[in-house]
């Protein structure tokens, strides 16, 4: 992403060839040239661009260096040269161009108090509550969430959790130029791992817990659990918040040298506690225990493990040396996130929600405090995302068809996956548990019809695994698909 304000930092190439200690010669054909952003985008290139020509998986930026000259970029940086364009040859362009980008852009993290949040489950819901506090005790705001990117002057949809390194640092200067003071972030493992945070500088980092999930990429848990830990280093964050339930967080916090607060909602010693934890259908109770703080919280947010997300946020922004009453206030009083357990009610008499969950640990999580909302037939519809760790498709049935009365099984975006075989995974799982009725039904919008179809009193219709998704990929086709919208779509034809 490019910086299109008024008021940007430019550096003539020359400093930039400097500050990457990349060939002399080079500048033999820079002449005056001035750079004012840094863009992996070859269709976002603005003039005063460098295009960032990086590998991917299915194509090399490379190929797309003319589109970006043409668009005005005076040079790209790369791993390989090219004769369009002056090139800044770099071993790992990649890895080379958060540090870039942040400098072309005066560092801009230096000048905000940024959160980030990492962990499996419960980084989307931490960071939309550490914005809340933040908002709450009188700080203009910035959020990066997987569902929106947004700050004082606007919001726009994500485009994955953590966005590429230089859109980010771009980001991060408009929230310098729009004088926000705190950003809530999500930190997601493949934004760590492709070095899409270097350059970024951390007033805290938190975790929330590690599970089972994306193994398509990291290859092993132990490899997952060190991508993540990257980020709790003393070149990357001031403080952390580290929850200790979970055993992957108690073995980094032993291993973490900054400052750290750690949290427990079951039990476990930790600075920062929860007990006599309540919850019903319209939120959430728990009392709150650090140092001389003793106060009961209710949180509008739906769901015990909320707790966990509310504790990291109180903790964080005990670090930030934040405002902690009215930052509690604003926790409070943050009513829903979309996708997260999102509750569609148009004054029927059953339960509907929609969430994201899409891993066997979050399952586990939310299954049971659904059941207890529930005096009749809990109603699933679910699939599994293609493209991702086959080997938690059959988990994933088989959670939902031990907890479920009804498993509508769909699609959830395919990709290039075998559709037909990703339903037949989740199936059979579910079929495993023997307790549910198990349906298949490829349509999803269709899916979704029957699951409303069958809903009675005192049910509750879970559709799972795409949360605030807003397309459905099909083999490279994206198809418009938003659960939200489809389930009260069916509500109301059958209502």
Not at 178 to 184: L, P
Not at 189 to 200: E, V
Not at 338 to 365: I, S, W
Request: proline share 4%; charged share 25%; with cysteine.
């Amino acid at each position: 992403m490019s910086n299109t304000g008024t008021d940007q930092p430019s550096w003539p190439l020359a400093a930039v060839v400097e500050y990457l200690g990349v060939a002399s010669e080079i500048l033999d054909r820079t002449g005056d040239l001035v750079v004012s952003g840094i863009c992996h985008d070859s269709r976002l290139v603005q003039p005063g661009d460098i295009y960032a020509a990086l590998p991917g998986a299915r194509h090399h930026g490379g190929e797309f260096v003319a589109e970006a000259v043409a668009r005005g970029a005076v040079a790209v940086m790369s791993d390989r040269p090219t004769e369009i364009a002056p090139t800044l040859v770099v071993d790992d362009p990649r890895k080379a161009l958060g540090p870039l980008a942040s400098w072309i852009l005066g560092r801009p993290s230096s000048m905000l108090d940024v959160y980030g949040v990492t962990g499996t489950n419960g980084k989307t819901s931490t960071a939309f509550m550490l914005e809340a506090g933040l908002r709450a005790a009188g700080k203009r705001t910035g959020l990066v969430s997987g569902v929106c990117v947004r700050g004082p002057e606007g919001s726009r949809q994500a485009r994955r959790t953590t966005p590429e390194a230089g859109e980010l640092q771009t980001t991060l200067a408009g929230f310098v130029r729009d004088r926000v003071e705190g950003v809530a972030m999500e930190v997601s493992s493949h934004g760590l791992a492709q070095h899409r945070i270097d350059g970024t500088y951390f007033h805290v980092a938190a975790f929330t817990n590690l599970a089972r999930d994306h193994l398509d990429f990291h290859r092993t848990m132990a490899e997952y659990f060190e991508v993540k830990a990257r980020l709790f280093t003393d070149e990357l964050c001031a403080a952390a918040v580290v929850g200790v339930d979970d055993p992957y967080g108690r073995a980094l916090a032993a291993r973490i040298r900054v400052p750290t607060l750690s949290v427990s909602s079951r039990g476990r010693p930790a600075d920062v506690v929860a007990t006599a934890i309540r919850t019903d259908r319209n939120g959430t109770d728990f009392t709150l225990h650090h140092e001389q703080w003793v106060r009961r919280i209710r949180l509008r947010m739906l769901g015990s493990y909320q707790v966990d997300n509310a504790l990291t946020a109180f903790a964080s922004l005990r670090l930030g040396g934040v405002d902690m009453a009215a930052a509690i206030d604003g926790i409070e009083d943050l009513n829903a996130v979309p996708g997260r357990l999102e509750r569609v009610d148009l004054g029927q008499d059953y339960l509907a929600f929609v969430d994201y969950v899409h891993n066997p640990a979050a399952q586990h999580r939310l299954f049971p405090y659904l059941r207890t909302l529930t005096s009749n037939r809990l109603i699933v519809v679910l699939g599994a995302t293609g493209g991702r760790d086959p080997g938690k498709r059959k988990p994933l049935g088989r959670i939902a068809g031990s907890f479920a009365d009804i498993v509508i099984v769909t699609d959830e975006g395919p990709f290039d996956d075998d559709a037909a075989r990703l339903r037949d995974d989740v199936a059979a799982g579910a079929r495993e548990a023997q307790h549910a009725t198990v349906l298949v039904v490829p349509d999803r919008g269709e899916a979704l019809a029957i699951a409303v179809a069958q809903a009675q009193k005192g049910d509750t219709v879970l559709v799972a695994g795409r949360g605030h998704d807003h397309v459905m990929n099909y083999d490279g086709v994206e198809v418009p698909f938003h659960d939200r919208r489809a389930l009260e779509r069916a509500m109301i034809e059958h209502a």
